[in-house]
């Protein structure tokens, strides 16, 4: 689990991303849970929407099944999952931790 808390802006997210793509060539891992609960997101809506195709360029893949749990669902966050999905990511939106990690572990 990956757990991010303050103002998250795009420099932030970057490096975020960045940390997580290491991670994920060194480990391999196939479910990633994030909890943003405490982050205030700073992103704008052109910056979500872009932002899946930023990670396949960046090398992360689509085979990755990815939850995100929020404190509140908010539009552009949900921007972000339906453009994941136009682009063939397995990417869920969720309020309730133990509801996210149920779908993580489903096949």
């Known amino acids: 689990m ?3 808390s303050g103002d998250v802006d795009p420099s932030l ?3 975020f991303t960045d940390e ?13 849970l994030n909890d943003l609960r405490e982050a205030n997101l700073k992103l704008s809506t052109p910056y ?5 195709k930023r990670l396949e360029d960046a090398g992360f893949s ?6 995100l749990v929020v404190s509140r669902a908010e539009i552009d966050i949900t921007l972000f999952e339906m453009a994941s ?4 990511h397995q990417v869920k939106i969720f309020r309730d931790p133990e509801e996210a990690k149920q779908w993580l572990m489903k096949e």
Do not use: M
């Not at 997580?20 to 196939?30: A, D, R």
């Open 2 to 4: 990956c757990r991010i």
């Open 13 to 15: 997210e970057d490096a």
């Open 20 to 32: 997580t793509l290491s991670l994920w060539k060194e480990h391999g891992f196939k479910r990633l």
């Open 48 to 52: 979500l929407y872009f932002l899946p």
């Open 62 to 67: 689509r085979l990755v099944k990815r939850a």
């Open 85 to 88: 999905y136009i682009r063939g």
